[in-house]
């Protein structure tokens, strides 16, 4: 009996050992997402600063006068036809009554001339008939070749009066016409003494002065309708991406976020910095300054697709590849994988939604590898 037992306690250690390597192998866990169908986007990054859309400067139309008044200051919003401000009146009213007076002087000389041709036309008619009875009287003998000839010279020069009168009727028309395109000037110049704003903005700069008579530099300069964009920076590889009208999502420094649209695509690229600048009009928003610094995307493309998280795609030189998870095996899927968004990466082949996946580590597993979700 006690060797029995002898044997007994001697064969206990290895038939543990056989019953614990006869027990299954427990199957890794894994983290498991499942593949939906959602939206995703496309975007490009930009940056820049803010800009006028439309500057426009606005100088004084008539030189040599001083500036007497100024009736818009920077930060205003103005008019189109809106008084910025106003030159010397004095020398431009005495100018015009000039004008004036010369063109009533015009008119006169054509009333002078258009006299003038009634008196030689007169005269002419005259010299004709007297030329005629002449002619009669010599023939019949009664007048003298002398007289004749007199009556000859008396009509060619009747003749001769009526021409010179009739040019110079055309002389006192071209006289007037001058004088009223001198009136005219000089009406426009007194017009130009009030400094009107050409287009409806606000004013951001003036180097108007009282006193001052202006030269060459913009008194004003207005940003038309007060339209303010994004000079954006867009990277060169990106560039074919953008289409005018796709809408931005742009950060302003001290304002927050504020929605735009591309207005106009880089047309050249910096060589030194490999840079296009686009405009991305922005939406109003009160505080949009030139100079602000701004960032954000040109949204390209948003559409609904599959997506799986962005860590369980694999990609090596042999493509890009998914570890689908099902009836607890692992199924290697080739796929053709597209944007990511919000860490999530579209997949425009290989997977369908709904299908479960292996979120992390899927390089660890070949396909029918037997694995178990974690909880």
Wanted: aromatic share 2%; no cysteine.
């Amino acid at each position: 009996m006690a060797m029995l037992a002898l044997s007994l306690s001697g064969m206990a250690p290895a038939l543990a050992e056989t019953a614990q390597g006869a027990a299954p192998a427990e199957r890794p866990v894994v983290t498991l997402a499942q593949a939906e169908r959602g939206w995703i986007e496309a975007r490009v990054p930009v940056s820049g600063s803010l800009v006028a859309r439309q500057e426009v400067q606005v100088h004084a139309l008539v030189s040599g006068h001083e500036i007497t008044g100024i009736e818009a200051e920077v930060g205003d919003s103005v008019t189109a036809g809106q008084v910025l401000a106003r030159l010397s009146e004095d020398v431009l009213s005495a100018e015009l009554a000039q004008a004036e007076a010369e063109y009533q002087r015009a008119e006169a000389g054509i009333s002078q001339a258009e006299s003038q041709i009634a008196s030689a036309d007169a005269s002419l008619t005259q010299a004709v008939a007297v030329l005629e009875r002449t002619r009669s009287l010599r023939q019949s003998g009664n007048a003298s070749q002398a007289v004749l000839d007199q009556a000859i010279a008396t009509e060619a020069s009747a003749r001769a009066a009526l021409a010179s009168a009739s040019d110079g009727l055309g002389v006192a028309r071209a006289a007037l016409a001058q004088a009223h395109a001198a009136r005219r000037i000089a009406r426009l110049n007194l017009d130009h003494a009030r400094i009107t704003a050409p287009v409806a903005g606000v004013v951001v700069a003036r180097s108007a002065r009282l006193g001052a008579i202006p030269g060459g530099e913009p008194l004003f300069t207005l940003i038309a309708a007060g339209e303010v964009e994004l000079e954006a920076d867009v990277i060169e590889t990106a560039l074919s991406q953008l289409q005018p009208g796709d809408a931005a999502e742009i950060e302003v420094a001290g304002l927050g976020r504020v929605q735009g649209r591309l207005r106009l695509s880089p047309a050249a690229v910096d060589p030194v910095t490999r840079l296009g600048q686009a405009r991305i009009a922005l939406d109003p928003v009160p505080g949009l300054r030139p100079g602000l610094f701004a960032s954000g995307w040109v949204i390209t493309d948003r559409r609904q697709a599959v997506t799986v998280p962005a860590s369980a795609v694999l990609a090596d030189a042999s493509g890009e590849r998914v570890q689908v998870v099902k009836d607890g095996r692992i199924d290697t899927r080739e796929v053709r994988a597209g944007q990511i968004w919000q860490g999530r990466r579209e997949i425009l082949e290989g997977v369908e939604a709904g299908e479960a996946v292996v979120a992390r580590a899927g390089a660890f597993f070949r396909s029918g590898d037997q694995v178990q979700a974690a909880p």
